[in-house]
């Protein structure tokens, strides 16, 4: 089968053709367009919430003050994610904290070329390379955390593992399996369950070949080494999450994800939709006798349909935990991106035409990032009168975080927040936000303060709130404590009050 596909290859009548044997020069072209695009965000882009949260903790000196760091429960990540980024962002400058993530997600798309085209035919392999520039894995690829980089080691790790069954070079396959799986589970707590699927896919081979692969199995099992060092920070981080700010229901969780990941894919649906419709009228004479599986295939299909439903087991282990968010399972679209491409295997027309409908919008949307670029956000306070300058306080902890980041240093020298668990789970019904915010204090120039100690050292105060913001919970504590809280300036989505406490 594999010879048929090669022999086909070689011809040269027709755009499938054609695409078949350029497909090279689309992927250079694609990584091109994929690099000047993703570095302009990355360099222009405002840092968000948890990007500043990175740029701190990668700052932390020495491995064992990092550990001590991250078993406060400061951050969810491990710290093989912050160590990477320290090597790229030492100096807090975007592109380089974004940058592991950048290479992350282009490598993902590389390597998902490659899986699918082994298997099938090279116009499967670009689609499914386009797909996650497509989908909602994009914006990961200028994020810096590390889920560009958990959709890389990913990727890698299933084509290494498809690799390590080619008996070819194999002392080299093995031990590339080994390395991405061992990143892949370092990267991120939840990389270990991509062995899961491989798992399955494996004993298929097993079942195929009548015996086991002892060494690929050896290259999984010890992929887990990793697990020994990330466990006692795992423990100390489950012990100090508190309350998670988005409680994980099973099917409410898992349909969100899989919305989350595939809305932004709608026009691209529509076109392939159109596409699919117009073939047998504009290409009736291409079609031909779908061909079966290479027998091969069959346990990498396996493994695609394993990674594809991982967001389930992700979403399981999220109601354990008692936290889960949709990006930590985007290694789910690996399998789906994998999939789809393997799915126009039997029509190589419309695989070739997917290829177009995919490359024209990628193109199209690279475009739009280039023409783009965002400023940090300014902070409109209203006038005040006298030599002194209230204390401002922000009622939201991501606006707290991002405003303080670039205020000037007069202005950051005013803003606070006021964290205080107890509150916060009395208010906003999750306390996890204001105890990171607490234990930034070690590590970050910010003034973060508990309510009555705030309240005891100044009487009157700014209170700046966004329609936005999920988490502020100061201003109905205040409204209950009798306070008085005065309008001074209403913008679209910024409110500043006066507030004044009653003594």
Not at 166 to 188: C, G, H, K, P, Y
Not at 237 to 264: D, H, Q, R
Not at 343 to 360: K, N, P
Request: hydrophobic share 50%; aromatic share 12%; proline share 6%.
């Amino acid at each position: 089968m594999l010879a048929t596909i090669a022999a086909e290859r070689e011809s040269t009548a027709g755009f499938p053709e054609f695409l078949e044997t350029h497909a090279r020069w689309v992927v250079i072209g694609f990584s091109a367009l994929y690099w000047a695009a993703t570095w302009h965000t990355a360099s222009t882009k405002p840092l968000w919430n948890d990007e500043i949260v990175t740029r701190y903790i990668a700052g932390i000196p020495g491995i064992r003050e990092l550990l001590k760091t991250l078993s406060t429960g400061i951050d969810g990540q491990t710290p093989l994610f912050f160590l990477v980024t320290r090597l790229t962002g030492a100096n807090g400058s975007p592109l380089g904290l974004r940058l592991p993530g950048m290479i992350g997600v282009w490598t993902a798309a590389l390597c998902l070329y490659a899986f699918v085209s082994r298997r099938t035919y090279r116009a499967c392999g670009l689609f499914a390379m386009f797909l996650p520039l497509l989908l909602g894995t994009a914006a990961y690829a200028h994020d810096a955390r590390p889920y560009g980089l958990l959709l890389g080691g990913a990727a890698a790790t299933l084509l290494c593992w498809q690799a390590a069954a080619e008996n070819q070079r194999r002392r080299w396959t093995v031990l590339l399996l080994w390395a991405a799986a061992t990143f892949t589970v370092a990267i991120s707590y939840y990389g270990v369950f991509v062995l899961v699927p491989l798992g399955i896919g494996e004993l298929m081979r097993w079942r195929q070949n009548g015996r086991p692969d002892l060494v690929v199995w050896s290259a999984l099992a010890l992929a887990l080494a990793p697990l020994a060092i990330e466990y006692p920070v795992m423990r100390a981080l489950k012990a100090s999450i508190g309350v998670f700010w988005l409680k994980p229901k099973l099917l409410g969780a898992t349909y969100g994800y899989y919305e989350t990941m595939l809305a932004p894919a709608a026009s691209l649906a529509a076109g392939l939709l159109v596409v699919a419709l117009l073939r047998p009228v504009l290409f009736r004479a291409s079609f031909a006798k779908p061909q079966p599986w290479p027998r091969a295939a069959v346990p990498e299909l396996v493994a695609i349909a394993g990674v594809t439903a991982l967001p389930v087991l992700y979403v399981l282990s999220g109601l354990v935990t008692g936290a889960f968010v949709p990006r930590y399972a985007i290694v789910g679209m690996t399998g789906f991106c994998a999939g789809v491409g393997f799915l126009l295997y039997h029509d190589r027309t419309l695989a070739a035409l997917c290829v177009v409908v995919a490359g024209l919008q990628f193109a199209g949307l690279a475009g739009l990032q280039l023409r783009k670029t965002e400023v940090p956000r300014v902070l409109h306070l209203p006038p005040e009168s006298g030599p002194d300058r209230l204390p401002v306080v922000l009622s939201g902890p991501n606006e707290f975080v991002e405003t303080r980041y670039y205020a000037s240093p007069e202005l950051a020298a005013r803003l606070y927040y006021v964290a205080d668990p107890p509150l916060a789970l009395q208010y906003a019904e999750t306390d996890s936000v204001d105890l990171v915010a607490q234990k930034l204090t070690r590590i970050a120039p910010v003034q973060v303060e508990n309510y009555t100690t705030f309240t005891s050292r100044h009487s009157r105060f700014l209170v700046v709130y966004r329609r936005y913001e999920v988490f502020g919970w100061i201003l109905n504590k205040l409204q209950d404590d009798g306070a008085s809280i005065a309008l001074r300036s209403l913008g679209d989505d910024e409110t500043v009050y006066e507030v004044s406490l009653r003594k």
